[in-house]
């Protein structure tokens, strides 16, 4: 099957290892972020509260946005969040149980942002970025953080693919791939204000 089918079965193993690897760099580059400073501090309920409380998802998003454009001296211009924390996000209602974040091709009137579940959107300005990366050991809190996305810096070495012909028989091939990466947040914790939701009921 390796040397003959159509498609090749190795290129279809390639593309699973390399899923996999791609999995692991988010989760590099959303530790990086969770790592970072201390964090504003909400519960669940808090979050969903659209009326006069500050600690609400849209609130929450402006209070960490604009502590790094203070410390930073430039705007923030993502929030990096799980896709539950978009879930929710998209989950947000008015008084009048309108959501307040719709699809854009709603018409979206007196919202704070927009999206949907298979396309991340806009929350006040801030492109979204929904990753399992952001989950960090999947414990409670929940986080979610805003980012001035060019401070955070990606190295990856290029790629290598390899096939071992049959290391303990004919019947055994084996396929990895193989690469170097690292990940920097430049000036400390400036580029990066983070926002635990405590979600334990």
Request: no cysteine; glycine share 10%; proline share 5%.
């Amino acid at each position: 099957m390796l040397d003959m089918s159509s498609p090749a079965i190795d290129t279809l193993i390639y593309g699973d290892l390399i899923a996999a690897y791609n999995l692991k760099v988010e989760k590099k580059v959303g530790n990086a972020i969770i790592g970072v400073g201390t964090a504003i501090a909400a519960t669940q309920a808090q979050f969903l509260d659209m009326g006069t409380d500050e600690t609400n998802g849209a609130d929450l998003a402006v209070r960490a946005a604009v502590a790094v454009r203070k410390a930073r001296k430039a705007p923030a211009n993502i929030l990096a969040m799980t896709v539950d924390r978009w879930g929710e996000y998209l989950k947000l209602k008015d008084a009048s149980g309108r959501p307040l974040v719709p699809e854009e091709t709603a018409g979206p009137m007196n919202v704070v942002g927009v999206g949907s579940v298979a396309v991340d959107g806009r929350v006040k300005g801030m492109g979204i970025v929904a990753s399992e990366g952001m989950d960090g050991a999947g414990a409670d809190p929940d986080e979610f953080a805003a980012v001035r996305a060019s401070d955070i810096l990606l190295f990856e070495s290029t790629m290598l693919r390899f096939r071992y012909e049959q290391p303990v028989g004919p019947e055994s091939i084996k396929l990895g791939i193989w690469a170097y990466t690292a990940v920097h947040v430049r000036y400390g914790t400036a580029p990066i204000k983070r926002v635990e939701i405590d979600t334990t009921p």
